[in-house]
């Protein structure tokens, strides 16, 4: 099959790389250009590179910022929106700002998933689902350039990962079947990817969350979208 000249090798590889990109360390030691860091904080006598404080001081940073004219759900479009508004394309959508699909045009129609497609990696194991995932979503990242847009989400998404791979390491077979069914999410935007992982049954509840949570924020982050 066609599919499967996608090389698992490759995608070790890009883990590498990428990891070295977002490793905690580095995460840490470029926190004062990307994230500029509130008065109240940069009395701390020592940085703290735990994840969780990052979230924190990212959330605080985040909140509240809202562009006018355009509705909750377009934020980070087109990448990152959520699902066209169906209201908005006629213009009756009443909620206005507040409504939490997307009022910006979409071009490409949204991509869902066969059920056959659906079942399939709804019925893998968590690690693995997430292993075609993660593949898409740095192959995105990289395509579009948000790696420090999406730092935070790369980096809770590989610690998840590495977390169900050292409880349980992958077998030869479950890596051919991860390569046999990479290409079920190809040609899902960012904002499909997460939309979709968080219907997936075997994928933990809290991780979903976080994540949900990293996306919102990553969203809220972007500059108000251009028109396509
Ligand atoms: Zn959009
Ligand atoms: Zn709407």
Request: net charge positive.
């Amino acid at each position: 099959m066609g599919g499967k000249l996608w090389p698992w090798p490759c995608l070790l590889r890009y883990r590498k790389t990428f990891l070295e990109v977002v490793e905690l360390g580095s995460l840490a030691s470029n926190r004062s250009k990307s994230v500029p860091v509130r008065d109240d904080l940069q009395e701390e006598s020592e940085p703290d590179t735990r994840v969780d404080d990052l979230l924190r001081r990212v959330a605080s940073r985040f909140a509240w910022q809202s562009e006018p004219g355009i509705s909750s759900g377009s934020l980070g479009h087109p990448f990152l929106c959520r699902a066209p508004c169906i209201r908005a394309v006629h213009g009756t959508c009443m909620k206005g700002p507040r409504c939490d699909f997307c009022h910006l045009e979409h071009v490409h129609p949204k991509r869902k998933l066969r059920r056959q497609e659906r079942e399939r990696l709804e019925t893998m194991r968590e690690l693995l689902a997430l292993l075609i995932f993660q593949w898409h979503l740095e192959q995105q990242v990289i395509k579009l350039q948000l790696e420090q847009q999406l730092r935070l989400v790369l980096v809770v998404v590989q610690r998840h990962v590495r977390g169900l791979r050292q409880a349980q390491m992958p077998t030869e077979l479950e890596l051919c079947r991860v390569m046999e069914n990479l290409w079920i999410l190809r040609g899902f935007s960012l904002g499909q990817l997460f939309n979709s992982l968080q219907h997936w049954p075997q994928v933990s509840a809290t991780f979903k969350r976080e994540l949900k949570f990293l996306v919102d924020s990553a969203r809220q982050s972007m500059a108000r979208p251009a028109t396509v």
